[in-house]
């Protein structure tokens, strides 16, 4: 019983995570992505191609040149007896192996090289260009699926960008070559053996596609275990809390039972198809000595050429063995690039406009005019917005959750796009302007404040990288995080860790108002701010607040009292209309919405204690 339950909890689980990712690809071979991957390696093509031709051309050679060799020291060194003629034949073979191996590692070293650097391009590309997109496009993803393909996705190009294509292009030298020499020295021979090559490929085609279909599906398990294990990670704290260890346990067993099965399959497929390979030799070498030793024997062929014909065949099957797990390769690495372009293909929206002039430095008017707004087609979240704000004022913005007090925000920041009307700051209109001009001036204080990994100092100097020691240190000052820094073991170095859990909530924020501070907007957005502080850090924090919103205009998502009666300019919002607007005063007079929010937070004040 128990263990249905586990079971069953795991099944719920399972439905949260349905991405796009785990749309499982039935695709054949598509050129056009490899095009556009080539074009990533068009930049190095001078630098690799002259040495790495030569190289490739090298290496061919050498190892077309040997069999030459054993045949000739078989039919003349060792026949006549000519010692000299035999040491000489040997020392051919060592230099030509010695060459070969000397070409061979130059050239994977080199194109190693020369295949990190493209996919350091391709990550930079794919990364700046995710920096660029809209809010909307992080609102329909969740991030471990992001996470999948700026790492596994382009990983797994690595091995075809690297050597991959050289080994292609050596091993269709080789092959051509080995054909070419074969018939040369016996058409009957040579066309014997090489029409077992036909044979192998309509053998191995059909498990060829069922191979690319297996680690295709492989590879979409694996995503979704990495996107599963992100949600996990950042989650473990609700997931301890509500107790939920054995039910998450089970969902992931039942992924990571899934994940093998899916690996197993397609590792035995993959095995299968050396064997083919094998067999096909196999047959390759009957016929070999069954009729070359029937040719030797009517003079047609020299026993060195026999000798020299098993060689080129063990030389034969093994770029056609290559060949086979090259393709399987390129159809891996297309299903990993088509993930990837789409990404670089999405196309942020919002997005400047070619004209889009600089935001000069503003003095914080803004205004909106008749703004609509839908976050889905037919759901609106703001409707009819009209406000003018002067420089220097403080707005409140208040009202229950869904009312429209965050995208208002999001829209000031152009985080998204009006659907109607307009936003204008010092009669810009936003849409107008570039949108680093514009978020540069202005400033926000979030309530789960985001500390990244590094120092105090370094988190702080994020709004402003070029800001000094002495900048950073005045900033936590003029906000009363100065006394808190300097008591921990390092002070402004102390490290702290990826979301800062080594320190209090309230420390958090102060930091962040130090970085807004430091960062000096004209424009200051404060978004539940003080939502999650104790009452002797909100007292702080208000000291610290009229440093802040000295002389700049200010918008603050807030519940308290303390931080609303103060406002210049309440706006009361119910279902993204502005229902009432005042002082705090003057609303309360009113007796409508706003008195009672404050009547409800006072009630709950009492009840606490």
């Known amino acids: 019983m128990k263990q249905d339950k586990v079971q069953a909890a795991a099944s719920q689980i399972e439905s949260r995570f349905v991405y796009q990712d785990d749309e499982e690809l039935d695709k054949g071979f598509d050129w056009n992505q490899m095009k556009r991957l080539g074009k990533y390696m068009r930049p190095y093509a001078k630098q690799i191609l002259p040495m790495i031709l030569f190289m490739m051309a090298v290496g061919a050679l050498t190892k077309l040149l040997n069999p030459l060799l ?13 010692g000299k003629l035999l040491a000489l034949c040997v020392t051919g073979m060592l230099g030509l192996y010695v060459i070969q191996w000397g070409a061979n590692s130059f050239r994977i070293r080199y194109t190693n090289n020369i295949g990190q650097k493209v996919i350091y391009d391709l990550r930079h590309d794919l990364f700046s ?87 295709q599906v492989f590879q979409t398990r694996q995503s979704r275990i990495n ?16 107790t939920q260890e054995k039910e998450n ?27 083919i390979i094998e067999v096909t030799g196999a047959i390759g070498y009957f016929i070999l000595f069954l009729l070359g030793a029937l040719l030797v024997q009517r003079g047609e062929i020299t026993v060195g050429v026999l000798v020299a014909f098993a060689t080129y065949i063990g030389n034969f099957w093994e770029p056609i063995n ?76 208040v009202g229950h959750t869904g009312s429209g007090k965050s995208t208002i925000i999001n829209l000031l920041c152009r985080f998204y796009d009006v659907t109607e009307g307009s936003i204008k700051i010092d009669g ?103 939502a999650s502080i104790d009452t002797e850090t909100e007292l702080k924090i208000q000291e610290a607040l009229k440093t802040l919103l000295a002389g700049r205009t200010s918008f603050m998502i807030a519940h308290r009292l303390s931080t609303i009666r103060h406002a210049d300019h309440i706006l009361v919002l119910d279902h993204g209309r502005i229902v009432e607007q005042g002082d705090h005063e003057a609303l309360m007079r009113e007796r409508g919405i706003y008195h009672g929010l404050i009547q409800a937070q006072y009630r709950l004040l009492q009840e606490t204690g």
């Open 70 to 82: 054993i045949a000739y020291a078989i039919d003349h060194a060792l026949k006549e007896g000519d």
């Open 428 to 530: 810009h209109d936003i849409r107008d302007v570039t949108l680093h001009s514009l978020r540069s001036q202005i400033g926000i204080v979030l309530q789960d404040t985001f500390i990244f990994s590094g120092s105090i100092r370094d988190n702080i100097r994020f709004g402003r990288l070029n800001a000094t020691d002495a900048e950073v240190e005045a900033a936590a000052k003029a906000v009363r995080a100065h006394d808190f820094i300097v008591g921990l073991p390092q002070g402004y170095d102390t490290e702290v860790q990826e979301r800062g859990n080594v320190l209090s909530m309230g420390q958090r924020q102060l930091i962040s108002f130090a970085r807004a501070l430091l960062a000096d907007p004209r424009i200051l957005i404060l978004d539940e701010a003080t």
């Open 249 to 275: 346990i089970a969902f992931f067993d039942e992924m990571n039972k899934d994940h093998l099965r899916i690996w197993n399959r397609a590792a035995t497929l993959n095995t299968s198809f050396n064997p």
């Open 129 to 215: 260009h995710i920096q660029q997109l809209s809010f909307r496009f992080f609102d329909k993803r969740p991030a471990g699926s992001i996470l999948v393909r700026i790492t596994n996705y382009v990983n797994s190009l690595q091995d075809l960008l690297t050597n991959g294509a050289v080994n292609l292009m050596i091993d269709c030298v080789q092959l051509a070559g080995i054909v070419v020499i074969l018939l040369f020295f016996n058409v009957k021979l040579g066309m014997a053996i090489i029409i077992t090559v036909p044979i192998m490929f309509i053998v191995s085609t059909k498990l060829r596609v069922k191979i690319r279909r297996s680690w």
């Open 227 to 242: 996107a599963h294990l992100n949600e996990c990670i950042s989650g473990m704290k609700v997931t301890q809390a509500f």
């Open 322 to 397: 290559r060949l086979g797990q090259m393709y399987s390769n390129m159809l891996v690495a297309m299903a990993s690039s088509e993930r990837i372009f789409e990404f670089i293909d999405e196309q942020p929206t919002v997005a400047e406009k070619p004209e889009a002039e600089v935001l000069p430095q503003i003095q914080g008017r803004v205004s909106m005019e008749g703004i609509q707004f839908e976050y889905e087609p037919g759901r609106h979240a703001l409707k009819g917005i009209d406000l003018e704000v002067e420089p220097g004022q403080s707005i409140a913005l």
